[in-house]
């Protein structure tokens, strides 16, 4: 599968943004999608992830603030993002894997990887 994020941009602290990322070559209702951020300086983290069966598990820090949702017709997740912070500022990636892990916070269990998109939240 190919992944490609887009939907970055600037944005006011408490506002909102919505990422996607589409697939092409295999259908997303068939993986694991996740939504991982890297900020300047700092180690990749993980935000959170849509298990095929559509269960969802987030960060605590996006927990409540961030959802993650699938448009099967449009073979695209969605990673909305509201009451936007200045510390959400990232390159968010989007990324996938076929099968369960009991790692999914672990970047390296993901074998697909969108490229990134940058959001920028300012104060």
């Known amino acids: 599968v190919q992944l490609q994020a887009s939907g970055g941009g600037l944005v006011q602290a408490g506002g909102s943004l919505m990422l996607s990322c589409a697939a092409s070559?295999?259908?997303?209702?068939?993986?694991?999608m996740a939504w991982f951020r890297q900020a300047p300086g700092k180690e990749r983290e993980f935000v959170g992830i849509?298990?095929?069966?559509?269960?969802?598990d987030y960060a605590d820090a996006v927990k409540g603030r961030f959802a993650i949702s699938r448009d099967n017709a449009q073979n695209t997740v969605h990673l909305q993002m509201n009451t936007l912070k200045p510390e959400d500022t990232a390159v968010y990636f989007c990324?996938?894997?076929?099968?369960?892990?009991?790692?999914?916070?672990?970047?390296?269990?993901?074998?697909?990887w969108g490229q990134g998109t940058q959001v920028t939240v300012s104060s």
């Open positions: 990324a996938a894997r076929r099968w369960y892990t009991i790692n999914p916070t672990e970047g390296s269990e993901y074998p697909y």
């Open positions: 070559g295999s259908s997303v209702s068939s993986y694991a």
């Open positions: 849509r298990w095929s069966g559509g269960n969802t």
